[in-house]
């Protein structure tokens, strides 16, 4: 980490803000982040005196609301476009999110969004649950898992070139399609993926035991991840913690973050 308080205290006054990422959005978006970065935060208003202190107070601090409410429209809004497309197709589709932001996690204004894309045609399970051993899954479909993840990820990226032709569509992922710019107000990340029912969830029928399968073209190959299960449980423990968990989180993913700004802008910052 940078050795000068006050750089680092700049640094994560334009993470929160999102004037570190301004580039990425339109003019009138980027005039609206510009100017409400003006006002300082609460945080930048105590302990005056001690700048570590101040540091830390910030870097705990949840990213205002507003820039959340406005990351999880924008991928509420996306979402919608690639419902009716993809409906228009005859692929049948559901939507969550996952990762840092609905998680309340992210320390950037201007952060990305990841909006999952479940074909809901299908799903898979684990063989060794309870429905799977009464021979409740009888009804094979006549393609594989993954090749209906690599059409899906097709059509996706064609919808969205479509649908978003000022954006930046980016496809080049192995497993999410990026969007920015144009007339996003924030970056979403696309990941198409389908549900897998793990014994957990076979038993409890709660969506937070059950998973998810995302694409990785590059392979290419599906990857179960547990979504769900992860903020439920981060939430759980934060309220045990009394909401200290999540400013800790918080805290060490900004230390992190300048920790990399000084490795790439300074690279010899570790001599003596």
């Not at 510009?34 to 302990?47: C, I």
């Not at 799903?123 to 993954?146: E, H």
């Not at 399968?213 to 009394?242: C, G, T, W, Y």
Request: glycine share 8%.
């Amino acid at each position: 980490m940078t050795r000068d308080i006050g750089k680092r205290l700049q640094q994560l006054k334009t993470r929160r803000s999102g004037t570190d990422r301004i580039g990425q959005l339109d003019f009138n978006e980027g005039l609206q982040v510009l100017a409400k970065s003006l006002a300082d935060e609460p945080y930048a208003r105590r302990a005056t005196g001690q700048k570590h202190t101040q540091y830390a107070l910030g870097a705990m601090q949840a990213v205002d609301a507003d820039y959340t409410r406005i990351s999880i429209t924008e991928a509420e809004r996306v979402g919608k476009q690639l419902d009716t497309g993809l409906t228009a197709r005859g692929q049948d589709v559901g939507f969550r999110l996952q990762g840092s932001v609905p998680c309340d996690l992210h320390i950037r204004g201007v952060s990305d969004v990841d909006l999952l894309v479940l074909d809901e045609a299908f799903f898979t399970y684990d063989a060794s649950g309870s429905r799977a051993r009464a021979g409740q899954f009888n009804a094979p479909v006549a393609y594989t898992p993954l090749s209906a993840l690599l059409s899906l990820r097709s059509s996706a990226e064609s919808i969205l070139k479509d649908k978003f032709p000022q954006a930046k569509v980016d496809t080049t992922g192995a497993k999410a399609i990026k969007l920015s710019g144009g007339s996003l107000r924030r970056p979403v990340d696309v990941v198409p993926s389908h549900w897998h029912d793990t014994g957990d969830y076979q038993a409890t029928w709660r969506e937070a035991d059950r998973g998810v399968k995302i694409l990785d073209r590059s392979v290419p190959e599906s990857v179960l991840n547990m979504p769900f299960r992860h903020i439920e449980r981060i939430n759980q423990r934060d309220l045990q913690a009394r909401s200290g968990l999540k400013k800790a989180i918080r805290l060490l993913k900004n230390v992190k973050a300048d920790a990399i700004d000084v490795l790439v802008i300074d690279p010899v910052v570790g001599e003596a």
